[in-house]
């Protein structure tokens, strides 16, 4: 995210995650991991109730290597088997261009306030055709 948000935005973004935060997110969501060897280099958490992926981070060094595509297929299998009919994601910048390669459009601009800072972000959707039983 470094090369689309200012320094003291991402600083103010990571100050927000405690254990006891992510603690309630594990509660309340899946989460998915990617790794190799015993090292976790991705991973995704999102809601099939709320049709909305929360995160789908891969290690930058990681990267242009098919996980983030891995994590996202495995996450869309997941819906489709529960006969969700759209999933939902607010982007962040550096990931518009993934999530729009993946069949997700723009629906509209949206500013994640913080404390102090804020973050531009896009909402994004994509529609899923089910199969037929």
Same mark, same amino acid.
């Given at each position: 995210n470094a090369t689309f948000y200012p320094p003291e935005t991402i600083k103010e973004w990571l100050t927000d995650i405690s254990e006891e935060n992510t603690k #309630? #997110? *594990? !509660?309340?969501s899946i989460w998915i991991v990617a790794e190799i060897g015993n090292k976790i280099i991705g991973f995704g958490q999102y809601s099939i109730t709320d049709r909305e992926i929360y995160q789908l981070n891969v290690s930058p060094s990681n990267l242009k290597q098919g996980i983030g595509k891995t994590l996202y297929n495995y996450i869309e =299998?997941? *819906?489709? !088997?529960?006969? !969700?009919? @759209?999933? =939902?994601?607010? =982007?962040? $910048?550096? &990931?518009? &261009?993934f999530? #729009?390669? $993946?069949? *997700? @459009?723009?629906i !509209? @601009? $949206?500013? *994640?306030k913080l404390k102090r800072e804020s973050l531009k972000m896009m909402k994004m959707k994509k529609s899923l055709i089910l199969q037929m039983d």
């Amino acid at each position: 995210n470094a090369t689309f948000y200012p320094p003291e935005t991402i600083k103010e973004w990571l100050t927000d995650i405690s254990e006891e935060n992510t603690k #309630q #997110q *594990f !509660k309340n969501s899946i989460w998915i991991v990617a790794e190799i060897g015993n090292k976790i280099i991705g991973f995704g958490q999102y809601s099939i109730t709320d049709r909305e992926i929360y995160q789908l981070n891969v290690s930058p060094s990681n990267l242009k290597q098919g996980i983030g595509k891995t994590l996202y297929n495995y996450i869309e =299998s997941d *819906f489709r !088997k529960n006969r !969700k009919r @759209e999933i =939902s994601i607010n =982007s962040t $910048l550096n &990931a518009m &261009a993934f999530y #729009q390669k $993946l069949g *997700f @459009e723009i629906i !509209k @601009e $949206l500013n *994640f306030k913080l404390k102090r800072e804020s973050l531009k972000m896009m909402k994004m959707k994509k529609s899923l055709i089910l199969q037929m039983d």
